[in-house]
């Protein structure tokens, strides 16, 4: 809905002065996204953060008179009495502060387990803590950051690539309303990087010119190696877009 907002031809044809407090959810909210949102409204927008397993919300940035600023790119601190950590994705050990790992969760909202699956339940509860698949790290204040959905990881060759950094540099030109990136299938490779883009009404961009302006702005091995342009993408009833239609159809 932001990137919509911020995408739309006709914006500053309205005064959106009187937004002061938004919180955004359901789906990554990018931070160019968030920047410009905040630019053109002089409001507060922050990001919260969640899953269904925990009833759904854990994280959130403190949204209060005393708050001036927000950290963009965060999802904020843990709701009261929930606790948060960083385990490490191979050994399942808590990690010291910005260090990257998966995010786990423990609270009152917390399920118990899914109904009737002890198998699956054992799979992601482990005394208490919830892991939520989402790939993460928290800095020296405390403050949580999403980096990527464990499943969605891109693996180029002994690379790990996540998604979610090529989408932040994607929302930065000035063409693109909304994308995805995913992992296509590579015989030499493993994974290489593809990007799924629709553009913003009456925007002209070119692969090429795209391609140049993320790549030189990454790691070579992170690098989109391929750029499909469409109308629109499959998104889900909370607004995020299902990645996994798009794997289906590679």
């Known amino acids: ?44 927008l922050a990001e919260g953060y969640g899953l269904t397993e925990a009833s759904p919300v854990t994280h959130c940035t403190p949204v209060d008179k005393s708050m001036r600023t927000v950290k963009v790119g965060s999802i904020g601190l843990p709701l009261p009495d929930t606790e948060a950590q960083i385990i490490d994705l191979e050994t ?28 699956e339940t054992s799979l992601v509860m482990h005394e208490g803590w919830l892991l939520t698949g989402d790939i993460a790290r928290m800095d020296s204040d405390g403050y949580f950051y999403i980096t990527d959905r464990k499943k969605d990881l891109i693996k180029y060759k002994d690379y790990s690539v996540y998604p979610r950094e090529i989408e932040d540099v994607l929302y930065e030109h000035h063409a693109v309303k909304l994308c995805a990136v995913i992992g296509k299938p590579d015989q030499f490779a493993g994974e290489v990087p593809k990007a799924y883009i ?3 009404e009456g925007a002209i961009a070119s692969e090429k010119e795209i391609m140049a ?38």
Not at 92 to 103: A, F, H, R, T
Not at 217 to 240: C, D, T, W
């Open 1 to 44: 809905m932001y990137s919509t907002l911020i995408a739309n031809p006709e914006l500053k044809k309205y005064d959106l002065t009187s937004i002061r407090v938004c919180i955004s959810g359901a789906s990554p909210l990018p931070p160019q996204v968030q920047k410009q949102f905040i630019e053109v409204t002089g409001g507060f």
């Open 198 to 200: 629709v553009l913003k």
């Open 92 to 119: 399942g050990k808590p990690l010291n502060v910005d260090k990257v790992g998966e995010l786990a969760v423990k609270g009152p909202q917390v399920m118990k387990g899914y109904w009737n699956k002890p198998k």
């Open 213 to 250: 302006f993320v790549n030189d702005k990454v790691a070579p091995y992170k690098a989109i190696r391929e750029i499909e342009f469409r109308q629109e993408l499959p998104l889900s009833g909370a607004g995020k877009v299902l990645k996994r239609q798009l794997k289906a159809n590679i």
